[in-house]
């Protein structure tokens, strides 16, 4: 009975925040409205809200957290300060008088963006804004144009510094310790966001790399989408102004985590530093602009956080109601193990990224279903890779998908809506094939961390 109360407060959750309401403050008034209503029908123990201010001071005091504020930071720094915009000139004028040079700049600047900003509404909105009338100037189809665009800017979930990672790192650190608890080992392993930052290079590499061959082979058979653009000349300044220094901060804040020299927290505040530097030598950084950098990065950060909040009361009072034992049993009896316990929750989240973001769907799902998943043996590492690279496909998927939300607001109205469903299919089509490898060769995400 009670594990069943459990499931329809989840069931309203996603109801409630389909409907438009505030994430954090549907978690937790939800939860909240459940557990009175339990206690009044002696179904729910208030002992378990006890644990709560622990709870909360346990996620405000996280260290591992405060990289979200100062990667958000970072990045906005880059954007306002047209770090960004001079990066796609840059790149442009190297490789844009080639047959489908214009639609690899776009990938190659977006993953540098994706590496500085990890947001993805931020990174498609900028290169939709800066791109997208470049592109169709040079004659690009409005659907290669556009799908480039989308899958362009989802790589903010899976290239790091991602948002999405250091997010995930830390909830499935805690699960993957609560699993080994469980599992009478009490001297338990960690999986740190800087294991996820190790394993989704390789599988962001891969994704980037087939995105390519992909506007290659467009390039070769319908070289009418994907025509060669007239550039400027790259010339030395251009090269040293605005390819040179986003790069030099990207690969220090990158190396540092890699080589073991800083934990992610510090690689962020390296970079935010490095942003801020950046845009001051090139003369961005005035007092208005700087109070705008600062105010998005605080909105940014006060939403995430009272998430995070939220999060804490529902999982409460979702295992209070004995949801997790309920999980944990079905996922027990499902016929075929553990292949299709982590079909499943693949399968939900893919479902649940239409209508939901990711920051909701990782504070939500994963806290619920990443114990139980660790404690029938699936690689911690892999399971962030997958759910990432799974968020991502979503964010594509028509017709709910919020990049393409994203980028139909600054479309031109001359772009149809069918070109954007259009353009993205080959590239979920891409994606999807990056996930069944992962699934069939899961050394690609745990192979790199494993060997640093």
């Known amino acids: 009975m009670e594990g069943s109360i459990a499931l329809w407060m989840f069931a309203a959750v996603c109801g409630l925040l389909m409907l438009g309401y505030p994430v954090a403050f549907t978690l937790a008034g939800t939860a909240l409205l459940f557990a009175a209503v339990g206690t009044i029908a002696g179904t729910f123990d208030p002992a378990f809200l006890e644990a709560l201010p622990g709870r909360l001071f346990g996620t405000i005091s ?24 001079e990066l796609l000139e840059s790149m442009s004028a190297l490789l844009g008088r080639l047959p489908g040079g214009l639609a690899i700049s776009v990938v190659l600047v977006g993953m540098l963006l994706a590496a500085s900003t990890g947001i993805v509404g931020a990174t498609v909105v900028t290169m939709g804004l800066l791109s997208l009338p470049s592109m169709l100037r040079a004659g690009y189809s409005p659907s290669v144009a556009t799908g480039t665009i989308c899958a362009t800017g989802t790589l903010g979930q899976i290239i790091p510094p ?17 699993a080994q608890l469980q599992l009478n080992v009490f001297n338990p392993q960690t999986v740190s966001v800087g294991d996820l930052f190790v394993g989704a290079i390789i599988p962001g590499l891969l994704l980037v790399s087939l995105y390519c061959i992909y506007i290659l082979g467009m390039a070769l058979f319908r070289p009418e989408s994907v025509p060669p653009a ?29 080589a073991g020299a800083a934990t992610p927290t510090e690689a962020a505040g390296v ?54 034992e309920l999980i ?114 899961p050394s690609l995400a745990t192979w790199l961390p494993s060997q640093l």
Do not use: C
């Open 62 to 85: 996280n260290v591992t957290l405060i990289a979200v504020p100062l990667f958000v930071m970072m990045g906005v720094t880059l954007e306002k300060s047209k770090v960004a915009e």
């Open 162 to 178: 991602s948002i999405a990672l250091v997010l995930l790192g830390d909830i499935l650190s805690s699960a993957y310790q609560q």
């Open 230 to 258: 007239q550039t400027r000349t790259m010339s030395w300044r251009t090269l040293f102004h605005g390819l040179i220094p986003p790069l030099i901060l990207i690969a220090v804040v990158l190396g540092s985590i890699l």
């Open 271 to 324: 970079g935010a530093t490095g942003a801020l530097l950046l845009a001051a030598l090139r003369g961005e950084i005035n007092r208005p602009k700087l109070q705008e950098i600062v105010t998005s990065t605080l909105e940014t950060t006060a939403m995430v956080f009272m998430i995070l909040i939220g999060a804490a009361v529902f999982s409460l009072v979702f295992r209070g109601f004995g949801g997790e």
């Open 328 to 441: 944990q049993t079905f996922f027990a009896d499902l016929p075929g193990g553990v292949f299709s316990a982590t079909l499943l929750v693949m399968v939900v989240i893919f479902a649940l990224g239409f209508v939901l973001d990711f920051i909701e769907i990782t504070f939500v799902v994963v806290p619920i279903v990443g114990p139980i998943l660790l404690l029938m043996g699936v690689d911690p590492v892999w399971l962030g890779i997958m759910i990432a690279i799974n968020l991502q496909t979503s964010f594509l998927t028509p017709p709910f998908g919020f990049a393409l939300f994203y980028l139909r607001g600054v479309a031109p109205d001359s772009v149809p809506t069918s070109a954007i469903y259009r353009g993205v299919i080959p590239f979920i089509v891409i994606q999807l094939l990056v996930l069944a490898a992962l699934w069939l060769w």
